[in-house]
């Protein structure tokens, strides 16, 4: 454990080497925020409420981008650099790995999300107590953990890092659009297709609203649970441009 720990430092030293990413990933959803969300600026200092309702959509971009791009695509990276094949042969030290970039994604989408309650609460000055926002990280955290189990299936799967990257891109801008969509409607039609969007789901956990669709999370954690184990169990540690 104090191995992984030790790894998961190194990794995180790692991707703080590349500034203008973090820089991006702290300033993007808060300052998209507040654009968006500045005209209704007395409505949150009336109720709280809404604040957590919208904040909770940006949380959920915030966790599904780091369990794709900060981890799922990590691995992928790992792979086809030949650094898994190399050092994390063995199915310990492969384990250890996936480990220490678990926690070394999950401590950066932690610290994003900390960045955005801390800006966005202090721009909007929202009328709600501690422990609310309090909730509201713990979801957070709870949905980000279960994306990236989810995303180690991209492991397994036989992508290339630029098609791996591609095929996230591609990805995620459907699901995020559905999902901002139902915010906007209330078009039946379109609520039962979210109801197999992972962001919607995530959406709708974080900010507190699955009255409606609370089986959907359960779903979607066995779901991504399942995903992740099949991941685990048929990690590639070869490039796919080199199975030698």
């Keep these: 454990m104090l191995a992984t720990l030790k790894l998961s430092l190194i990794l995180i ?94 401590t950066l989408s932690i610290l994003y999300g ?31 953990m279960i994306l990236m189990v989810g995303c180690v299936t991209f492991s397994a799967l036989p992508l290339t890092f630029q098609t791996a990257s591609s095929l996230m891109s591609i990805l995620s801008m459907p699901l995020i659009m559905l999902g901002l969509a139902s915010t906007r409607t209330d078009a039946v039609a379109l609520h039962w297709i979210n109801f197999v969007n992972p962001y919607f789901v995530a959406g709708e956990f974080i900010s507190g609203g699955v009255t409606d669709f609370s089986v959907a999370p359960i779903l979607h954690f066995v779901l991504l649970l399942a995903l ?16 030698y």
């Design 13 to 106: 030293r790692e991707q703080c080497r590349e500034p203008v990413g973090i820089f991006w990933a702290l300033i993007a959803p808060a300052g998209f925020f507040c654009f968006a969300n500045w005209s209704d600026r007395n409505i949150f200092l009336e109720e709280g409420g809404a604040f957590l309702l919208r904040a909770g959509w940006h949380l959920a971009y915030i966790g599904l981008m780091t369990a794709l791009f900060g981890f799922g695509l990590y691995l992928i990276g790992r792979r086809e650099s030949g650094f898994i094949r190399t050092f994390a042969y063995a199915s310990r030290s492969r384990m250890q790995f996936i480990g220490a970039q678990f926690l070394a994604s999950l």
């Design 114 to 144: 900390l960045f955005f309650m801390l800006v966005t609460s202090l721009a909007f000055q929202p009328n709600i107590s501690s422990a609310p926002l309090f909730a509201l990280l713990i979801r957070f955290i709870c949905t980000t």
């Design 228 to 243: 992740g184990i099949y991941g685990l169990l048929c990690f590639k540690i070869n490039p796919i441009w080199s199975r």
